[in-house]
């Protein structure tokens, strides 16, 4: 009796290395971007914010679907100091 062929391949789901989306964008620009304009339209009730909201969320998906890490890497370029002293 012949032993079962061992192969060298492991199965990585898809899910394991895609960063979690909300709406289409990054879940942390998710909530910010509905935050900031859940304050500005329902609390100050300035009714023209909405299409600029609108149009960040639109923004976000583009910058998505060409870099699903890129609201983490906006953050952490935002973070790094520009100089460093020796």
């Known amino acids: ?13 898809q899910s ?5 989306l909300l709406a289409g964008v ?3 620009f998710a909530i ?5 304009c859940a304050a500005l339209v329902l ?3 300035s009714f023209y914010a909405l299409p600029v909201c609108i149009a960040l969320h639109v923004i976000g ?7 699903p890490n ?3 890497v906006m953050l952490r ?10």
Do not use: C, E, W
């Open 1 to 13: 009796m012949a032993a079962p062929k061992q192969t060298d391949q492991v199965k990585v789901y």
């Open 16 to 20: 394991l290395t895609t960063p979690i």
């Open 26 to 28: 990054p879940r942390q």
């Open 32 to 36: 910010l971007n509905g935050t900031f």
């Open 43 to 45: 609390g100050l009730q």
């Open 61 to 67: 998906v583009i910058f998505t679907k060409k870099d």
């Open 70 to 72: 890129f609201f983490s």
């Open 77 to 86: 370029h935002l973070k790094q100091k520009n100089y460093y002293d020796v």
